[in-house]
Every structure is written in structure tokens, then in C-alpha cells.
């Protein structure tokens, strides 16, 4: 089955700093991208997500890479605050059955004011 | 409103016991769905729905049965349960010609 890899565990970054999150991913069958975000206590929101088709998507001081070659998803939060700070997963599915989402181990980001 | 809600918010049980796990939407989403969360990995997949009446396995089915009686409810079911089974459970609802799922806030579930 799929396997994703997601790093750093943990990340620490200080107000107004950039805070980058990879996934990679094995299956050349992959074809639907997720990010979440889990505040402490709570459930997943989801952030943002891409289908294979899409390189690149931009929305709110956040940016999604896709290098499907490299088959690497990447999470960019730019000029991060400390409203950011929680734990963000990649999740993602396989045609046909886009039901069935993987998940990435979780990064904790930190951000100091 | 929160529109996926699931209850208890916390369970403990004896090691052995029926353990019952609720979840309701008001998205009118097809699908739902049944994840555990535990320390050092993601989510993972348990059982899955399309609708009322259906329920199919995820990754980790083993030890769970699943019900859909309706289109806003899904149950997950520990018949017998284990101390293994100690974990935080999320439900989830998603379709409607999006492959997007939206979590419940989570159960936390003790097998003593």
C-alpha cells in the first residue's frame, strides 16, 4: 500500500519566518493531495488541497508544491504567527479509490513570538 | 454549527467490554468515516461508508465492526475490546463531488 513520509517532526520557527512541511509519497497512482491542521484537542481542519493536475496553489499566506517526478508535496506557510502553531499532516489518496486517504506521520510546528 | 459531531467525547472501558462510538453529520455527505489516531503516526483508515446500509474496510478493520443506519450517522462498534484499542478516534464526512472529508472533534477512548 501507499507509505507517506512526512518531515520534520517537529519544526520551530519564529514569528514572521517562513515554516516548510514535506511529504513524499510511493505510489505513482497518487493523485489527490491534503493538508490539515490539528489544534490542540481538536479535530483536523482541512487547509488546502490539490489534485495531480496541479503544480502549484496559493491561498491565504499558505503554498502548496506538487513535484509528482519527485513525488513530493510540500506545505509552505509564509510570515508564520503564533496562531499557526499546531500539528500539520499531509493526507493523500489513490485513484480509483479517492475514499481511502493516507496520512503523513505529523509535523508540530512552534511558532515564537 | 459543527457540522460533524461525534459522542461520547471520552470513554473508558473494562478490556472485554462492548464499546459503542457514535458519529452524526449534517453535511448530507455520502460518505463517512472511521479513523484512529495514536502517537508517532497519522491517521489511519478503519471502515468506511458510501451511504445508509453500507460500510466497508479501511487499512486497519481487524478488532471494529461498523453501522450506517442512516445517511447522518455511523457507528463504530468495539465488540470486545482491548487495551490495544486505547487510542483517539475521529469520525469524518466528505463527497458531494469533492474528494474532501471533514473531521469530527475526536473520541478519547480507555481500555482498561
Known amino acids: 500500500g501507499e507509505q507517506v513520509e512526512q518531515r520534520p517532526p517537529h519544526l520551530s520557527v519564529r514569528e514572521g519566518d517562513s515554516a516548510i512541511i514535506i511529504c513524499t509519497y510511493t505510489d505513482s497512482a497518487t493523485a489527490y493531495f491534503s493538508w490539515y491542521k490539528q489544534e490542540a484537542g481538536a479535530g483536523l481542519q482541512l487547509l488546502m488541497s490539490v489534485l495531480s493536475n496541479v503544480d502549484r496553489k496559493e491561498e491565504q499566506g499558505l503554498t502548496v508544491l506538487l513535484n509528482k517526478k519527485d513525488k513530493r508535496l510540500s506545505l509552505n506557510l509564509t510570515a508564520a504567527h503564533p496562531g499557526d502553531s499546531a500539528v500539520y499532516f499531509c493526507?493523500?489518496?489513490?485513484?480509483?479509490?479517492?475514499?481511502?486517504?493516507?496520512f503523513g506521520s505529523g509535523t508540530k510546528l512552534t511558532v515564537e513570538p | 454549527e459543527a457540522a460533524v459531531t461525534q459522542s461520547p467525547r471520552n470513554k473508558v472501558a473494562v478490556t472485554g467490554g462492548k464499546v459503542t462510538l457514535s458519529c452524526n453529520q449534517t453535511n448530507n455527505h455520502n460518505n463517512m468515516y472511521w479513523y484512529r489516531q495514536d502517537t508517532g503516526h497519522g491517521l489511519r483508515l478503519i471502515h468506511y461508508?458510501?451511504?445508509?446500509?453500507?460500510?466497508e474496510k479501511g487499512d486497519i478493520p481487524d478488532g471494529y465492526k461498523a453501522s450506517r443506519p442512516s445517511q447522518e450517522n455511523f457507528s463504530l462498534i468495539l465488540e470486545l475490546a482491548t487495551p490495544s484499542q486505547t487510542s483517539v478516534y475521529f469520525c469524518?464526512?466528505?463527497?458531494?463531488?469533492?474528494?474532501?472529508?471533514?473531521f469530527g472533534p475526536g473520541t478519547r477512548l480507555t481500555v482498561l
Open positions: 461508508s458510501y451511504g445508509a446500509g453500507s460500510t
Open positions: 469524518a464526512s466528505g463527497g458531494g463531488g469533492s474528494y474532501e472529508q471533514y
Open positions: 493526507a493523500v489518496s489513490l485513484m480509483p479509490n479517492y475514499n481511502v486517504l493516507y
